[in-house]
């Protein structure tokens, strides 16, 4: 009965392929997130979801593609992958847009080569 | 950039108490102090949050100061599973995070 999961835990891919990650949430939340942690471990937001709709888009390639197709699921797309693009992403989510508590999935690294 | 300033790291013998500062001296009256760590791999975790009165659940206690410019989390009584990196924040309205490198705290035997 995992709260935020992610599939997949690991992916490995080569420069220029498209791939996604998939995220779901059985909370019941609102607010659901994308986050990007990098070689450096700093932790970014890169997109936030509040019931479908778009509410954050931080400065992030437009490569990079959410869709949230009920408010259950977020999933984050990636065209063109490039070697920049590894790291660790992390779905969250949380009760509504004005709640900073925050439940985190496990995370996926992402390597490209 | 973050906006709050925290130790690199600390240790702290198992049994004993942890207390982790922060300092937000840039803090606005209607922003929170939220603290979350990561173990090392995993997503991050919510421990707690506070406005200006002091704060405790079954995980930690965190203190802010009267000024609201500096808080500390407290675990009463650490353990090895407490060693991860502890992140103190401050969020606004729209509740976005702004995460910097935080405390990376080992809890020794």
């Known amino acids: 009965d995992t709260a935020v999961s992610q599939t997949p835990k690991y992916l490995v891919t080569q420069m220029g392929n498209d791939k996604s990650i998939k995220c779901e949430q059985n909370?019941?939340?609102?607010?659901m997130y994308w986050y990007k942690q990098d070689s450096k471990k700093f932790l970014k937001i890169m997109f936030s979801?509040?019931?479908?709709?778009?509410?954050i888009n931080e400065t992030v390639p437009n490569r990079f593609s959410p869709k949230s197709p009920d408010k259950a699921h977020l999933n984050l797309h990636i065209n063109s992958l490039e070697l920049g693009d590894s790291a660790v992403y992390f779905c969250?989510?949380?009760?509504?847009?004005?709640?900073?508590?925050?439940?985190f999935g496990p995370g996926t690294r992402l390597t490209v080569t | 950039d973050a906006k709050t300033t925290q130790p690199t790291s600390m240790d702290c013998a198992e049994g004993r108490a942890a207390n982790l500062p922060c300092n937000h001296s840039?803090?606005?009256?209607?922003?929170?102090v939220y603290w979350y760590r990561q173990i090392h791999s995993q997503g991050p975790q919510y421990i707690i949050h506070?406005?200006?009165?002091?704060e405790t659940n079954e995980m930690a206690s965190l203190i802010i100061t009267e000024d609201r410019k500096s808080s500390t989390l407290i675990l009463p009584h650490a353990t090895l599973r407490d060693t991860a990196v502890y992140y103190c924040?401050?969020?606004?309205?729209?509740?976005?995070?702004?995460w910097g490198l935080g405390t990376s705290l080992a809890v020794n035997p």
């Open positions: 924040i401050h969020a606004g309205n729209n509740r976005k995070l702004i």
């Open positions: 840039t803090i606005s009256g209607n922003e929170y």
């Open positions: 969250a989510s949380s009760q509504d847009r004005r709640k900073a508590e925050q439940y």
């Open positions: 979801y509040n019931n479908k709709e778009l509410i």
């Open positions: 506070g406005l200006k009165n002091n």
């Open positions: 909370l019941g939340h609102d607010t």
